[in-house]
């Protein structure tokens, strides 16, 4: 269904393409970026050696879906920044196939124990396709970022 290849610079536009509103942006990476995103954020943000991005090809058509990283803390693989950029792919258990790319990369390469992500919770969809692979809320884990004078409230899986 899906491969993961390493996000290198010349794949930057088209994710850039694919966050078209500030509210893809918030909903993609949260705080981290300022609209509109840019090559150079990125490549700022992919200088830390802590993080590793992926573009996600569809292998039947071999054409790029969307966007996945993974950041390494002290103790804990964080997944973040998932995004299905081609609409319609949406709803179609991309999303799913790549939280199952992810964790079979983490398993081959990361020495970590604890997995994690994190999400909006207005983001209904998501936070199904986290459940289906096995993620749970953390009600005691929970954030709030403040978002054109609307609170959004950021859960824990």
Not at 41 to 68: M, W, Y
Not at 80 to 86: A, S, Y
């Amino acid at each position: 269904m899906i491969r993961l290849v390493k996000f290198e610079k010349e794949m930057h536009e088209q994710l850039i393409s694919w966050v078209e509103s500030e509210e893809d942006l918030m909903l993609f990476a949260g705080s981290k970026f300022t609209f509109p995103l840019t090559s150079e954020q990125l490549k700022t943000s992919l200088t830390n050696e802590q993080r590793f991005a992926f573009q996600v090809i569809d292998t039947d058509t071999n054409l790029p879906i969307g966007h996945c990283e993974i950041y390494l803390t002290d103790e804990t693989v964080v997944l973040g920044r998932i995004l299905i950029g081609d609409k319609s792919h949406r709803g179609k258990g991309f999303g799913k196939a790549i939280i199952i790319a992810l964790l079979e990369y983490i398993k081959l390469n990361i020495d970590r124990l604890k997995i994690e992500l994190n999400v909006f919770d207005f983001n209904y969809n998501a936070i199904k396709c986290y459940e289906k692979v096995g993620f749970r809320l953390n009600p005691d884990k929970k954030s709030e970022i403040s978002f054109k004078n609307k609170i959004w409230i950021l859960l824990n899986n």
